[in-house]
């Protein structure tokens, strides 16, 4: 049976990709830090067939017992400090987190398991202020615009070079904003589904910003995907559904499809909300991923408007 290494695995993407790949088959082993045992919800589906492991990303020696312990041949690292807003205020954790966390893999594989895949999670923040407004491919210079892109950057960036200098098996994908969370009210699509569901003003900070909204399906079977193809080393993708629309009608969209009658608030941020210099928000970010489409035959199955009613659902029913 063939094991895999999940970091993250209790994260919004890490738990749907472990839940993914242990109905698939796979031998599955996810890494949580010894707070995360705490909660394990987003995994009871599969729990029972999951190895954990404690480690912490940020340990050199941690991450090289996860790895010895686990023998993987494919290593997902999903794991990483997210939240945007968050890294303007407090970025060291995320220097810490999403660089050297990033870096003990990289050499913890070259050191025990060089035959290992890994398969890196960037993300599209990477690619930040850019002049154009068409769809950025991969080859775009990168040009981060929050401390949290500069540590992605940083860790996407140190990968490509072990590639090359090291002989890392390696596959990086950048996917754009990703909905379809069921405990989190903190990002864009559930704040304003979760905010609209019970009555409240709707704030949008940047209505005019574009972007792309990926349904968390989609955004799981292009992880899988390149773990399952050898074309897939030593490549970088970005991984987009291609439906591009403002701030401001995501929330109409949202609205529309509750009948939500209140109020929405645009160009202000909620009350008491971590602020992002919204005068230094990059204000066009959409990916051209037709790499990954004729490379490995990735394709979005999951519209904005299904993938929209199936997170309402999820919202609704746990507000009722």
């Known amino acids: 049976m063939t094991n895999v290494l999940v970091t993250g695995c209790t994260g919004f993407i890490g738990s749907n990709l472990t839940c993914r790949l242990v109905e698939a088959g796979y031998n599955v082993y996810g890494l949580v830090r010894h707070a995360s045992r705490r909660d394990l919800k987003p995994l009871d589906q599969v729990l029972d067939r999951v190895h954990l492991v404690e480690g912490d990303l940020t340990q050199y020696h941690s991450v090289c017992s996860a790895i010895t312990s686990s023998k993987p041949q494919f290593i997902l690292h999903i794991g990483a400090l997210t939240p945007v807003r968050l890294s303007f205020e ?6 810490s987190t999403n660089i050297n966390g990033t870096v003990n893999f990289v050499h913890a594989i070259s050191e025990f398991c060089p035959k290992t895949r890994l398969i890196f999670a960037s993300t599209a923040e990477v690619y930040g202020w850019q002049k154009q407004r068409e769809p950025y491919k991969e080859d775009l210079p990168l040009n981060p615009a929050s401390p949290y892109a500069v540590s992605k950057e940083a860790a996407d960036r140190y990968v490509q070079m072990a590639m090359k200098v090291y002989g890392l098996r390696a596959t990086i994908l950048r996917p754009n904003n990703t909905y379809g969370r069921k405990g989190e009210r903190n990002f864009l699509t559930e704040y304003i589904i979760s905010t609209m569901l019970r009555g409240e003003t709707c704030y949008v900070g940047t209505p005019d910003s574009v972007r792309d909204y990926m349904f968390v399906d989609d955004h ?60 230094w928000d990059p204000d066009y970010l959409v990916l051209d991923s037709s790499k990954i489409r004729s490379v490995l035959g990735w394709k979005p199955c999951v519209s904005l408007t299904e993938g929209l009613g199936k997170t309402v659902d999820h919202w609704r029913s746990v507000s009722t």
């Open 220 to 279: 799981v079977s292009a992880y899988v995907l390149s773990m399952e193809s050898d074309k897939a080393v030593g490549e970088v993708f970005n991984v987009s559904p291609g439906n591009p629309v403002t701030n401001r009608e995501l929330a109409e969209t949202v609205s529309k499809v509750l009948g939500f009658k209140g109020k929405i608030v645009y160009g202000s941020y909620p009350p008491g909300y971590p602020q992002r210099p919204s005068i």
């Open 90 to 95: 407090d970025p060291f954790p995320y220097l």
